[in-house]
């Protein structure tokens, strides 16, 4: 099977602006959780979709949002882009099948944000 | 929430010796620790995880142990080579909790196996 596939791998913006990061799961996972990776902070979880839901959030402002399509892939958004929002912004996908098994999350290459 | 604190942050050993990381967290709910494998320019990569219900696993020369009394988990890698050089993390989450599809990351440890 392909593993988990992230777009773009390099993206670079400036103060203000937005960006979408997209995230395509493993074929048959229905769950995919985004997390943000610095240095300072190490790796932190932003959201986890199943089934077009959103389960669960981190500790991140609003202007961090996401969505999952029918398909389950999976977009990330960020508005209003701040210098500390640079970082490698990684999704995971699992099977998520059933409550207490099935939760391996397996991680794509991630996408290195960098805002000027 | 969940802490999971690792250690050690470096971690230097001649090729053929083991390598242990070790791994602490503070909530009892968490029953699933996983541990993956990040190379430079790369996401992590899952080498090996282990549920409560499991006091060792081992897969070939990597290894984790589990000690639920004590809320700490170790990694375990044996005759070490150059290609096991990496930043590993390890994780810890509630499977079928209120944090479900949450991980819980320590903040990983820099392996570098000498030739």
């Known amino acids: 099977k392909a593993g988990v596939t992230q777009t773009p791998r390099y993206l670079i913006k400036t103060r203000g602006q937005q960006v979408t990061l997209s995230c395509s799961p493993i074929s048959g996972h229905r769950s995919v959780s985004w997390y943000q990776q610095t240095p300072g902070q190490g790796l932190q979880f932003l959201f986890e979709y199943f089934s077009e839901t959103q389960r669960n959030k981190g500790n991140f402002p609003g202007r961090f949002s996401g969505r999952q399509f029918s398909n389950s892939r999976s977009e990330m958004n960020v508005s209003t882009l701040e210098l500390g929002d640079s970082a490698l912004y990684l999704c995971?996908?699992?099977?998520?099948?059933?409550?207490?098994?099935?939760?391996?999350?397996?991680f794509g290459p991630g996408t290195r944000l960098t805002v000027l | 929430g969940e802490n999971v604190e690792q250690h050690p942050s470096t971690l230097s050993v001649q090729e053929g010796d083991s390598a242990v990381i070790k791994c602490t967290y503070s909530?009892?709910?968490?029953?699933?620790f996983p541990w993956y494998k990040q190379e430079l320019g790369k996401g992590p990569q899952l080498i090996i995880d282990?549920?409560?219900?499991?006091g060792e696993k081992k897969d070939q020369r990597i290894a984790v142990t589990l000690n639920k009394t004590a809320k700490h988990f170790s990694l375990h890698i044996t005759e070490t080579q150059p290609e096991d050089s990496a930043v590993y993390f390890c994780?810890?989450?509630?499977?079928?909790?209120?944090?479900?599809?949450?991980?819980?990351f320590g903040r990983g440890t820099q392996l570098t196996v000498w030739p």
């Open positions: 994780a810890a989450s509630n499977e079928g909790g209120s944090t479900l599809g949450r991980l819980y």
């Open positions: 282990i549920r409560s219900n499991v």
């Open positions: 995971a996908s699992s099977l998520a099948m059933i409550a207490g098994a099935g939760d391996t999350q397996y």
């Open positions: 909530d009892s709910a968490s029953n699933y």
